[in-house]
């Protein structure tokens, strides 16, 4: 039986990394065999990829050309990584995939959805994930949460205007598609946030 495919999403300092792990361990307390994987990256050339779109000196690169290279490394990621692990049964756990690019690219720079769409059609053949939980939070708690790095990535360089586009791109996604998204509100504390998700895992994992 094909595995299933969750992906994790939200803006910067929803507390992404520390609920990741605790997903992790909570599916595989339930017995599911996990691979944990993120994007952009999750094989070599997709890592190299992340690279180019990360790196802040790279601030030639047009909008276009970042939803193209978010799209290759996705391509490359699921060739290698999450169509194979989900033909084994294997569940695929992803931090972030195709949702984010609605999000920062289609909410954040403005591309058209429909041009997106004409990418995850053609990338995606169709798979999508299964389940996806949002994790929510207002843009200012997220950014103060989050903390300024000492060189922020070419993302993280943005105005609060580009993440509050990208939090609202993100709940758009989440109403066009109830049936797999569920939305974690993050600007709880720590417990309360891991409280919910197993709430939301238990659940889901019943219903299926
Ligand atoms: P991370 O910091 O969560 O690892 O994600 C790296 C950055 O990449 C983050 O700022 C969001 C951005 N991103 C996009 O802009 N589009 C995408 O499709 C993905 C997957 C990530």
């Given at each position: 039986m094909r595995g299933c495919f969750i992906t994790v999403e939200g803006v910067e300092g929803a507390g992404k990394s520390s609920n990741l792990?605790?997903?992790h361990h909570y599916l595989e307390r339930c017995g599911k065999r996990l691979v944990l994987t993120r994007e952009p990256g999750g094989t070599s050339l997709s890592e190299a990829i992340r690279a180019l779109l990360l790196d802040h000196r790279n601030n030639e690169i047009t909008d276009d050309t970042e939803l193209l290279l978010m799209f290759a490394a996705r391509a490359q990621h699921l060739a290698e990584v999450?169509?194979?692990?989900?033909?084994?049964?294997?569940?695929?756990?992803?931090?972030?995939f195709t949702d984010a690019t609605y999000a920062y690219q289609g909410g954040g720079r403005g591309i058209a959805k429909e041009r997106i769409a004409t990418l995850e059609?053609?990338?995606?053949?169709?798979?999508?994930p299964d389940l996806t939980?949002?994790?929510d939070i207002p843009v200012q708690q997220g950014l103060e949460r989050a903390?300024?790095?000492s060189t922020p990535d070419r993302f993280e360089r943005e105005q609060i205007a580009f993440f509050e586009r990208v939090r609202a791109a993100y709940l758009e996604q989440a109403r066009r598609y109830p049936e797999r998204y569920r939305v974690i509100d993050a600007s709880q504390s720590l417990d309360r946030v891991q409280q919910s998700l197993a709430e939301v895992l238990t659940e889901w994992l019943v219903q299926r």
């Open positions: 792990d605790f997903i999450i169509r194979p692990a989900l033909e084994q049964g294997k569940w695929v756990l992803c931090d972030r059609q053609w990338v995606q053949q169709g798979l999508k939980l949002l994790l903390g300024l790095r």
